[in-house]
């Protein structure tokens, strides 16, 4: 059996991501973490499919339901955690949290609050990657709420007017906060798109195969010169806005529904039925990360927090 197969890898890095957004939920739950937790639990396929197809020196920027982006670019699990708990030893020493994580030495420019704030900072690192002419892209990365903020269409129109190596990336999960998508979002998103004449597409966001596949597609036509892009990926989150959301503005039959196309359960089937992983290596991975993952939070829970002392470090005058 092939273990150097992509897939396989595209499963770990998914089975990573579930299961630090579970421990994350639990955290909070048990009082542990500041602030709240955005999760993307059910999304993991668009973050592994998009970054895994970028090259190290190739830039993302996130959004507030970040993890799985930061993670699939590389960040370690261990300093994730640290941040996310407020911990000295976090990618931004305890002082972004769970919305704000930036991780440079991985090309990602870090995680917004401000809702499409995302798609005009990646035209702003796209027009620098141009002037500089290193061959490099960008994916920005927003949701469908986020598609009504006009700065998303600002930012198109002038990624496609300077021809910029960006990549915009809707994950459509299918609610904008509480309110469902189809309420508050006229027409099609790709047609905002091409309205600006940037090519776009929807795809299936909960098979990482064809994300992958699409978002390919996508970097090799920025890298050469062919302008922007944009990709809706048509996925859900099983979890709330955020971890203390009840949810009671959608059905439990409608999760389920959903649960039913779940990325990491449906290529594991797929290695499987085609040979490249045995029946019970799955299992075996799954068992894995939640080691890590186990590893990462006891990190976390032994760090320091931030020194008083240090609370005007790392502003600027």
């Known amino acids: 059996m092939d273990v150097e197969h992509p897939d396989v890898e595209a499963l770990r890095l998914m089975l990573l991501i579930r299961r630090f957004e579970e421990t994350v939920f639990d955290v909070y739950r048990r009082g542990i973490m500041p602030g709240l937790a955005h999760l993307s639990i059910g999304q993991e396929a668009v973050a592994v499919g998009t970054c895994t197809t970028l090259g190290d020196d190739d830039y993302i920027v996130s959004t507030h339901r970040g993890h799985g982006h930061c993670l699939a670019k590389g960040a370690r699990p261990d300093r994730m955690m640290a941040e996310i708990l407020g911990r000295s030893t976090g990618y931004c020493r305890g002082r972004g949290g769970t919305m704000h994580i930036a991780d440079m030495e991985h090309a990602n420019f870090g995680a917004t609050a401000i809702v499409g704030a995302s798609f005009g900072l990646g035209t702003g690192i796209g027009l620098a990657c141009k002037r500089l002419g290193q061959g490099r892209v960008v994916v920005a990365f927003t949701g469908d709420g986020a598609m009504n903020e006009g700065v998303t269409g600002e930012a198109m129109n002038l990624a496609a007017i300077w021809r910029l190596p960006v990549i915009f990336v809707c994950e459509n999960n299918q609610y904008g906060e509480y309110t469902a998508s189809t309420r508050m979002t006229a027409g099609s998103l790709t047609a905002r798109a091409e309205a600006f004449g940037v090519p776009a597409r929807q795809a299936d966001g909960m098979c990482v195969r064809e994300v992958r596949k ?37 059905t439990k039959a409608e999760i389920a529904t959903w649960r039913e196309r779940d990325p990491v359960d449906r290529l594991a089937q797929q290695l499987v039925a085609e040979r490249v992983l045995d029946q019970a290596r799955p299992e075996t991975m799954r068992a894995e990360v939640a080691d890590e993952i186990d590893r990462a939070l006891q990190f976390a829970m032994d760090s320091p927090y931030p020194e008083p002392s240090e609370v005007e470090e790392l502003v600027d005058d």
Not at 224 to 250: I, L, N
């Open 214 to 250: 699409v978002t390919r597609e996508a970097v090799e036509v920025a890298r050469e010169g062919g302008g922007p892009s944009f990709v809706e990926f048509e996925t859900y989150r099983y979890v709330g806005h955020h971890a203390g959301d009840q949810q009671r503005y959608r």
